[in-house]
């Protein structure tokens, strides 16, 4: 344990503290409380005893560093990731899944409960779990060349400083197979001339978005700059490589923002696209438009939301709002419902259009534009709604919007049980709905994020 001051009352820098873990915060660190303030640790779990140092105040909580566990919880195991620790993507490898789950669930309940002042029971269902490794099917990686050094991997906790990964435990082995082989690829690119240096310098992410069904993968170099001529050089020299890889695109971001993605979208090789069966339907998905990336488990919950709506035989049509390429709409429609989906990115709703014809399903229509916009002009009293928004979660409008035409019957999934809990509250604070069931997902092992599907019925007077 690192020599500093044991403190029996006082709290500042430098000191060392006796604690007991309570909770775990949205990224993972416990959270322990001493003379009434907020202590933060990384790496301590919920039940541990441990001496703390602590290092600076952050608004009302104190950041502190671990010293010495004195007592290790049985939750703990090593985490399987040989980059835990460094690489801020998966926060909680070092607790078992059993209890990961319960802390999600824990933390979803009292956030509901603090924000929205609802005491909900909590929808367990039986067959929540999942793969806990190797789920993911989309990866986007930043990349930087410092001098001639190639680096390559996911950014630190809070930092945009890139930890170097060779593979990635999350992430489906077909895509974490392929890392180290690109990596090495373009550091024997980099080695042919200063044009391709250049090239690479503009090099922002890379993203690689897989079909399980058809075992492909879509590549997409995201530059700052359109180096079409240099890059189609690398990218011939993957597509020819590697069987596995669908087609190679680049994408231009030339804005210094946290938006990933630019709005121009070019073709190296290949397709611009991959295909998948989702909820037996066939869906085209490009590189900039949402699908979800545990796909298994967004199948689960297509299908609650089927079984919800179906045994409401009063709605007279559906409207889902932030539809994306179909993933829910079409469902929908394939099992009898009459859908408008209405979606804000245009790409997207190209896609949507493409896959209902592709599924023969002639009883949706899609629309591009803000929801907050639409809305009103598609929602009546006999409709049902699908609320599936970014995390942000929906806005004013469109609460108003919803208050005022009274759809019969709403299903809102949510990754964000802090957008979630305040949605819920401006919903049901007026007493035109009540909450029927909200069932948890786990999306995303390994992680502190939640995804939540929460039913509110109409109250009729």
Not at 174 to 179: D, F, K, P
Not at 393 to 410: A, F, H, R
Request: charged share 20%; net charge neutral; proline share 3%.
């Amino acid at each position: 344990m690192e020599r500093g001051k044991i403190s029996t009352s006082k709290i500042e820098p430098g000191i060392i503290l006796f604690v007991f873990c309570r909770d775990i915060d949205s990224r993972g660190y416990g959270i322990s409380v001493w003379n009434h303030w907020v202590l933060v640790t990384p790496n301590l779990i919920p039940g541990e005893t441990a001496y703390v140092k602590v290092e600076y105040k952050s608004g009302s909580r104190w950041i502190t560093t671990l010293q010495n566990r004195v007592y290790d919880s049985l939750d703990r195991r090593e985490p399987p990731c040989k980059y835990f620790g460094e690489c801020g993507s998966c926060s909680i490898q070092h607790i078992s899944d059993d209890r990961q789950w319960n802390l999600k669930i824990n933390t979803l309940r009292e956030t509901i409960a603090r924000l929205a002042g609802l005491k909900i029971p909590i929808n367990l269902i039986d067959d929540f779990s999942n793969n806990s490794f190797h789920y993911r099917n989309r990866a986007i990686i930043p990349i930087r060349l410092n001098n001639k050094s190639l680096i390559f991997g996911y950014y630190k906790a809070n930092s945009h400083e890139i930890v170097e990964i060779d593979s990635c435990n999350v992430l489906d082995l077909r895509v974490s197979n392929l890392i180290s082989c690109i990596k090495s690829d373009i550091e024997r690119f980099l080695l042919l001339s200063k044009d391709n240096q250049v090239a690479i310098r503009n090099l922002r992410h890379i993203s690689f978005r897989l079909s399980l069904t058809y075992e492909n993968i879509l590549i997409t170099f995201v530059s700052n700059n359109n180096d079409t001529y240099i890059l189609y050089k690398l990218a011939n020299q993957i597509y020819s490589n590697y069987e596995i890889v669908a087609g190679i695109t680049l994408n231009v971001q030339p804005n210094n923002t946290n938006k990933i993605f630019g709005d121009t979208n070019l073709t190296l090789l290949g397709d611009d696209y991959i295909d998948e069966i989702f909820f037996d339907l066939r869906f085209r998905i490009k590189s900039t438009t949402f699908f979800q990336i545990n796909p298994s488990v967004a199948e689960n919950v297509v299908s609650y939301i089927v079984e919800y709506f179906s045994n409401d035989t009063n709605c007279t049509h559906l409207i889902d709002a932030y539809c994306g390429v179909g993933a829910i709409s079409l469902p929908l429609t394939n099992s009898g419902f009459k859908v408008i989906g209405i979606e804000l990115n245009k790409e997207s709703i190209n896609l949507a259009k493409y896959n209902a014809r592709t599924n023969n399903l002639d009883k949706v229509e899609f629309y591009n534009g803000n929801v907050s916009e639409l809305l009103d002009c598609f929602l009546v009293e006999s409709s049902g709604l699908i609320l599936d928004p970014p995390r942000k979660g929906v806005d004013d409008l469109v609460v108003n919007t919803i208050l005022n035409k009274l759809p019969k019957s709403i299903a809102y999934l949510s990754c964000n049980p802090s957008t979630l809990a305040r949605d819920l509250s401006l919903l049901t604070k007026t007493n035109k709905y009540r909450i029927h069931k909200i069932i948890p997902f786990d999306f995303f092992p390994q992680t502190t994020h939640i995804e939540c599907l929460t039913f509110l019925n109409r109250i009729n007077f």
